[in-house]
């Protein structure tokens, strides 16, 4: 049965209102906060429009959804116990100084996003207010108003979705009911290490995001091209070193081992073969289609997360003085897209 907490999901794209879809189907009391009018519009009528690889997934579901200008103020609409902060990690601080006032006594923030963003928020409404929640191999899409397309197989009993956790590693009936509010969308569970997540889907979307962004070229593409699949591979590697520096634990990474990603970039022939076979596998899991969120927004003419992802590993490593060339490198590429000097192509990744 449904709980009766008051949820909003502040940021509606792919990720907020995939999951603010499905928990609205579950049967709670979702509200979804947008800017895009046009999608919150078709998210009320004829509702929002989610599809998948297997047909469950595909169905139509009508939201409350509010646009972002025409909120309410505080008193009209909420308190919200749970607010889900799903906007692009650059704007996670606004994000949070906005919902503040909407959040309910003993309510509290949950960042699922990309990046590691927990401390901003704690910043805005304190730690005891924030909580974390990994999306770990989600792969959603928004390509058109009112429409998200999952382009990977669900986790199921196979691969844990969601892993939501405390800062400070406790197990709480708040982050249980966090994950039982997403066990509607697919698998979840509590985490004790959501910093140890954090960092690996970190370095999982380091390895994806700005390789597909950059080349032009759809995740399974980069996989089958030596150079970029290699590329990600390298990257990940620097970014398993620096966060072994941090002393964070971390999980499989795409279904390899951290120490062999970590191998691999260090020249072990072996574990790069490894990898190899781990990437050229994984094309079966997903669509040809599916392009990581960097990639989506270049296509779309958007401000990507780069700095929060491989700017972030670069940030640290300079902490702990390892030398990450393949991040920096790949940092470098993203911007001078960005900066109109070169176009997307393998050819902006062939001096990595």
């Given at each position: 049965?449904?709980?009766?907490?008051?949820?909003?999901?502040?940021?509606?794209?792919?990720?907020?209102?995939?999951?603010?879809?499905?928990?609205?189907?579950?049967?709670?009391?979702?509200?979804?906060?947008?800017?895009?009018?046009?999608?919150?519009?078709?998210?009320?009528?004829?509702?929002?429009?989610?599809?998948?690889?297997?047909?469950?997934?595909?169905?139509?579901?009508?939201?409350?959804?509010?646009?972002?200008?025409?909120?309410?103020?505080?008193?009209?609409?909420?308190?919200?116990?749970?607010?889900?902060?799903?906007?692009?990690?650059?704007?996670?601080d606004a994000a949070a100084k906005r919902m503040l006032p909407y959040l309910g006594d003993g309510g509290f923030m949950v960042s699922l996003q990309n990046g590691i963003n927990e401390g901003t928020i704690a910043g805005v409404v304190g730690a005891d207010r924030t909580v974390g929640c990994i999306a770990s191999s989600?792969?959603?899409?928004?390509?058109?108003?009112?429409?998200?397309?999952?382009?990977?197989?669900?986790?199921?009993?196979?691969?844990?979705?969601?892993?939501?956790?405390?800062?400070?590693?406790?197990?709480?009936?708040?982050?249980?009911?966090?994950?039982?509010?997403?066990?509607?969308?697919?698998?979840?569970?509590?985490?004790?290490?959501?910093?140890?997540?954090?960092?690996?889907?970190?370095?999982?979307?380091?390895?994806?995001?700005?390789?597909?962004?950059?080349?032009?070229?759809?995740?399974?593409?980069?996989?089958?091209?030596?150079?970029?699949?290699?590329?990600?591979?390298?990257?990940?590697?620097?970014?398993?070193?620096?966060?072994?520096?941090?002393?964070?634990?971390?999980?499989?990474?795409?279904?390899?081992?951290?120490?062999?990603?970590?191998?691999?970039?260090?020249?072990?022939?072996?574990?790069?073969?490894?990898?190899?076979?781990?990437?050229?596998?994984?094309?079966?899991?997903?669509?040809?289609?599916?392009?990581?969120?960097?990639?989506?927004?270049?296509?779309?003419?958007?401000?990507?997360?780069?700095?929060?992802?491989?700017?972030?590993?670069?940030?640290?490593?300079?902490?702990?003085?390892?030398?990450?060339?393949?991040?920096?490198?790949?940092?470098?590429?993203?911007?001078?897209?960005?900066?109109?000097?070169?176009?997307?192509?393998?050819?902006?990744?062939?001096?990595?």
């Amino acid at each position: 049965m449904a709980g009766t907490e008051r949820i909003a999901v502040y940021g509606a794209g792919a990720v907020g209102a995939y999951v603010g879809g499905y928990m609205t189907r579950d049967g709670r009391d979702v509200t979804l906060i947008d800017p895009w009018e046009e999608h919150v519009t078709l998210m009320r009528d004829p509702g929002l429009k989610l599809s998948g690889l297997t047909e469950p997934e595909n169905f139509t579901v009508t939201c409350n959804a509010v646009l972002d200008r025409d909120l309410p103020p505080p008193g009209k609409i909420g308190p919200f116990d749970v607010i889900f902060i799903c906007v692009k990690s650059f704007d996670t601080d606004a994000a949070a100084k906005r919902m503040l006032p909407y959040l309910g006594d003993g309510g509290f923030m949950v960042s699922l996003q990309n990046g590691i963003n927990e401390g901003t928020i704690a910043g805005v409404v304190g730690a005891d207010r924030t909580v974390g929640c990994i999306a770990s191999s989600i792969s959603v899409s928004m390509w058109e108003p009112g429409a998200v397309r999952r382009n990977v197989k669900l986790g199921g009993k196979e691969h844990t979705v969601f892993r939501a956790g405390e800062l400070d590693g406790s197990v709480t009936p708040r982050v249980e009911k966090v994950a039982d509010m997403l066990s509607s969308v697919d698998s979840s569970k509590v985490t004790t290490t959501l910093m140890g997540e954090r960092w690996s889907k970190l370095i999982v979307n380091c390895m994806r995001n700005p390789v597909s962004a950059a080349s032009g070229m759809a995740s399974n593409a980069c996989d089958t091209d030596d150079h970029i699949r290699r590329l990600g591979i390298r990257i990940g590697a620097e970014a398993v070193e620096v966060a072994m520096a941090e002393g964070h634990p971390l999980e499989k990474l795409l279904g390899m081992p951290p120490e062999q990603v970590l191998a691999a970039g260090k020249g072990d022939a072996a574990a790069m073969a490894a990898c190899d076979k781990s990437l050229l596998d994984g094309r079966a899991k997903r669509s040809d289609a599916q392009r990581p969120s960097m990639a989506q927004d270049m296509v779309k003419g958007r401000p990507t997360e780069i700095d929060f992802l491989n700017g972030f590993v670069v940030a640290r490593a300079k902490v702990h003085g390892i030398a990450v060339p393949a991040n920096e490198g790949i940092v470098k590429a993203i911007k001078r897209i960005e900066a109109g000097e070169i176009e997307p192509g393998p050819e902006a990744l062939a001096g990595i």
